[in-house]
Structures are given as C-alpha cells and as structure tokens.
Nanobody, 121 residues
C-alpha cells in the first residue's frame, strides 16, 4: 500500500517555474515506478513523466521534453517535477501515480489527489 500526496501547485505567469512535490508513505518507494500525469478541464488525462524508484529509466512526454525534469529523493520518499518555461497550455491538475516497478505495461494502482497548476499568459 502506498499513499501519495501532491503539493507545490499554484498560479504563475507564462515563462515562470514551479516545482511539484509527491510525498509517498511507507518504505517500499524504491520498488515502484513513479509518474506524473495531468488533466486539463474538458480533456483526457495525459502522461507527463516517469522514472524508476532508483532514479533511472526516465521518460517524458514530447510536450514537456526540455522544460520539465522528474527526479526522486529516496531518503525522503519524495518525487519531484521541476517545471520550467511554463505556458498556458500546461494549465491542469497534476497527479502523482505509482506502479509496481516491473509491471508491464505499468499498472498504476496508487494515485494522489492532485495539485492545481494555472499558468496565465
């Protein structure tokens, strides 16, 4: 069992940066693949970024490559999403999700409640 809590969202202007935080409970953090998803009003949820519990095998959606960076702090059981050069189209609720490390395709059994990111032009 994993409990995930996101934080760090807010209202910013285009070109600004935000750092999202996903805090995970328990001591099984490194056994999971951790991912960020986002969902804008009226749109389907989309994949943003993912990495393994040891910090490797990083994957980004094309829409955020070069702007967003996913990272992990195993000691703190925390996953981060550094978002730079934010644009209005990045506005969405951002969710943290966890899948068993070796599930293929990844089976995201655990989700946080989401944190709102709003980018004004």
């Amino acid at each position: 069992q994993v409990e995930l809590v996101e934080s760090g969202g807010g209202l910013v202007q285009a070109g600004d940066s935000l750092r999202l935080i996903c805090a995970a409970s328990g001591r099984t953090f490194t056994m999971y693949r951790m991912s960020w998803f986002r969902q804008a009003p009226g749109k389907e949820r989309e994949f943003v970024a993912a990495l393994r519990g040891n910090g490797d095998n990083i994957v980004y959606a094309d829409s955020v490559k070069g702007r967003f960076t996913i990272s992990i702090d195993n000691a703190k059981n925390t996953v981060y999403l550094q978002m730079n050069s934010l644009q209005p189209e990045d506005t969405a609720v951002y969710y943290c999700a966890a899948a068993p490390r070796f599930s293929s395709p990844p089976r995201y059994d655990y989700w946080g409640q989401g944190t709102q990111v709003t980018v004004s032009s």
